[in-house]
């Protein structure tokens, strides 16, 4: 079992889960209420291999000040814990981390997910 694995069993286990195992991507989807899901995806081939935590969810209230919002939240003066994705399509908003693989322990992930939840607010 590799560090990926090892924390998503750990986590697992917290939720009252046997286990969560990786698709072909290497990647965990996780539905969340409110047609809004959560992906946590292993990125092993990048110079420094990644985990990408997202949130996606439908857009609520498709105006311009969401989408201002929304593309300001990776700004360089609004500091995060690890870097900031943002995306938007027709139907979903995507607010993604990605965490360095070296950091991605239960506790790491678990801020990720209160984080990406406040960032969801703000923009809504």
Known sequence: M???????????????LNELVPDEEASVHLSIGNDARIIIQNLAHP????????RIE???FSSSTTYRKLLQLP???YPKSWQLQTAVSDRNVQIGFRIPLRSFVLQVLEQSFDQLEELHQKIN
Do not use: C, M
């Open 47 to 54: 110079p420094i291999p990644e985990v990408l935590v997202a």
């Open 2 to 16: 590799n560090w990926f694995e090892s924390t998503l069993s750990e986590f697992a286990k917290n939720i009252g």
């Open 58 to 60: 439908p857009i609520r």
């Open 75 to 77: 700004h360089y003066r």
